[in-house]
T-cell receptor
Framework: SQQGEEDPQALSIQEGENATMNCSYK?????LQWYRQNSGRGLVHLIL?????REKHSGRLRVTLDTSKKSSSLLITASRAADTASYFC????????????FGTGTRLQVTL | EPEVTQTPSHQVTQMGQEVILRCVPI?????FYWYRQILGQKVEFLVS????????KSEIFDDQFSVERPDGSNFTLKIRSTKLEDSAMYFC???????????FGQGTRLTVV
């Protein structure tokens, strides 16, 4: 299976703390993307990291990619209540028509 | 900012009925996708569409499903005879010619009763 797995499944932190989510995958990828989904809503693209990149930043987001371990992490620094959502990693595999294979997601709850 | 739009936002249908979910991708995009998400589960790929034909489809996308780009702007997903297990959120996505990021619509929640 090419499915990605994420951990933790759920994460509860206080505002101001950092949140780290991890994603693992199984085969060679072209790129890995992180999406956010508010409850019952659409998917919002956060950040993309290519297979030849190791780290990428965007605002309060930091993504790392370790292709030797087939894993990625998403760090949200100085979290806010508005960051409460589900976060999914999605991989685009080498040799496919760029379809995305989504992970199981991490449900992040940021409390005041 | 351009966005992918999907209609309707919520559709309730009786088992065995046909449904058509509609999407308007971003205008200069060339790659189109349908995904679905059963409540509480992960997002699953259904089908990709490029150059007026299906480029890839998953095992979920059986003979009950079809896609069409009837004109220059719409991209539709038809489910011929809905089953209870087709109840899910269906997402349309599109991608520009040279980009790697897929832009998703807000989804259509399909409830089969």
């Amino acid at each position: 299976s090419q499915q990605g797995e994420e951990d933790p499944q759920a994460l509860s932190i206080q505002e101001g703390e950092n949140a780290t989510m991890n994603c693992s995958y199984k085969t060679s990828i072209n790129n890995l993307q992180w999406y956010r989904q508010n409850s019952g809503r659409g998917l919002v693209h956060l950040i993309l990291i290519r297979s030849n990149e190791r780290e990428k930043h965007s605002g309060r987001l930091r993504v790392t990619l370790d292709t030797s371990k087939k894993s990625s992490s998403l760090l949200i620094t100085a979290s806010r209540a508005a960051d409460t959502a589900s976060y999914f990693c999605a991989t685009a595999y080498t040799g496919t028509a760029s379809k995305l294979t989504f992970g199981t997601g991490t449900r992040l709850q940021v409390t005041l | 900012e351009p966005e992918v739009t999907q209609t309707p936002s919520h559709q309730v249908t009786q088992m065995g009925q046909e449904v058509i979910l509609r999407c308007v991708p971003i205008s200069n995009h060339l790659y189109f996708y349908w995904y679905r998400q059963i409540l509480g589960q992960k997002v699953e790929f259904l089908v990709s569409f490029y150059n007026n034909e299906i480029s890839e489809k998953s095992e979920i996308f059986d003979d009950q499903f079809s896609v069409e780009r009837p004109d220059g702007s719409n991209f539709t997903l038809k489910i011929r005879s809905t089953k209870l297990e087709d109840s899910a959120m269906y997402f349309c996505a599109s991608r520009p010619p040279r980009g790697t990021e897929a832009f998703f619509g807000q989804g259509t929640r399909l409830t089969v009763v």
